[in-house]
């Protein structure tokens, strides 16, 4: 039994309760990246199914031999030279943030004959140095992803500013998300995830709040 997991669960429920949410209507997004198998096993054994990723390729390596069951999730940049590897190895892209990748996954879905489930990343801080469309673009690029390239788009993602409160981010988030008609909110990581439930977040994204600091090679 993983207590890191039991105890993650435990907060989601709590953070759903208090914000009047429905028990079970958050997911729990697993953070895997960069982290040694053995942090990794006991929270599998436990039972957790859903994983986030932040590289294809070791994303493939890790999860490839032991897939079934699982959906995996990318949460990471996505090149378009790794488009197609991404389409057929994840249950759900993240990081659609720019029109030449959904040309590009419009293409692979239709060479592969199956859609990851899309979310488009928003860049809602309006960092420099972040990916994802400007808040001012969300409504345009929702659009012609739908329109242009025919994409199905089930969320929404973000990354807040480190430091500042994320809650007027969230919420932002929500309100691209409502005026849009997208249902999913892909927000809040370990230091935030029960703010981000109370502003509606869908799936959380935990990595070292329950696998423990991660270790970059
Ligand atoms: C690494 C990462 C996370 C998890 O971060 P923690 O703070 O360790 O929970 C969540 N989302 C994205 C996009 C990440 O890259």
Same mark, same amino acid.
């Given at each position: 039994m993983s207590h890191a997991l039991a105890r993650i669960q435990d907060?989601?429920? *709590?953070? &759903?309760?208090?914000?009047?949410?429905?028990a079970g209507s958050v997911t729990l997004v697993a953070v895997s990246k960069t982290q040694p198998w053995e942090h990794i096993a006991p929270v599998l054994e436990a039972g957790q199914k859903v994983y986030g990723e932040n590289r *294809?390729? &070791?994303a493939m390596e890790r999860w490839g031999p032991r897939r079934e069951g699982l959906e995996l999730r990318l949460i990471g940049p996505l090149q378009t030279n790794k488009a197609r590897e991404a389409v057929d190895f994840f249950d759900v892209i993240e990081t659609l943030d720019r029109e030449k990748l959904a040309r590009v996954l419009a293409e692979e879905i239709q060479r592969v004959g199956k859609a990851p489930r899309l979310y488009v990343q928003v860049n809602i801080g309006e960092e420099v140095q972040k990916a994802g469309v400007a808040?001012?673009?969300?409504?345009?690029?929702?659009?012609?992803c739908r329109e242009s390239y025919s994409l199905t788009i089930e969320g929404l993602m973000c990354i807040p500013p480190v430091g500042a409160d994320p809650a007027p981010y969230f919420a932002s988030l929500r309100a691209i998300a409502a005026r849009n008609g997208v249902e999913k909110l892909s927000m809040g990581m370990s230091d935030d995830f029960e703010i981000a439930i109370a502003e509606g977040a869908t799936s959380v994204r935990v990595g070292s709040a329950l696998f423990g600091d991660r270790h970059y090679g």
């Amino acid at each position: 039994m993983s207590h890191a997991l039991a105890r993650i669960q435990d907060r989601i429920a *709590v953070a &759903e309760a208090r914000a009047g949410r429905q028990a079970g209507s958050v997911t729990l997004v697993a953070v895997s990246k960069t982290q040694p198998w053995e942090h990794i096993a006991p929270v599998l054994e436990a039972g957790q199914k859903v994983y986030g990723e932040n590289r *294809v390729q &070791e994303a493939m390596e890790r999860w490839g031999p032991r897939r079934e069951g699982l959906e995996l999730r990318l949460i990471g940049p996505l090149q378009t030279n790794k488009a197609r590897e991404a389409v057929d190895f994840f249950d759900v892209i993240e990081t659609l943030d720019r029109e030449k990748l959904a040309r590009v996954l419009a293409e692979e879905i239709q060479r592969v004959g199956k859609a990851p489930r899309l979310y488009v990343q928003v860049n809602i801080g309006e960092e420099v140095q972040k990916a994802g469309v400007a808040p001012s673009e969300a409504d345009a690029f929702l659009a012609a992803c739908r329109e242009s390239y025919s994409l199905t788009i089930e969320g929404l993602m973000c990354i807040p500013p480190v430091g500042a409160d994320p809650a007027p981010y969230f919420a932002s988030l929500r309100a691209i998300a409502a005026r849009n008609g997208v249902e999913k909110l892909s927000m809040g990581m370990s230091d935030d995830f029960e703010i981000a439930i109370a502003e509606g977040a869908t799936s959380v994204r935990v990595g070292s709040a329950l696998f423990g600091d991660r270790h970059y090679g």
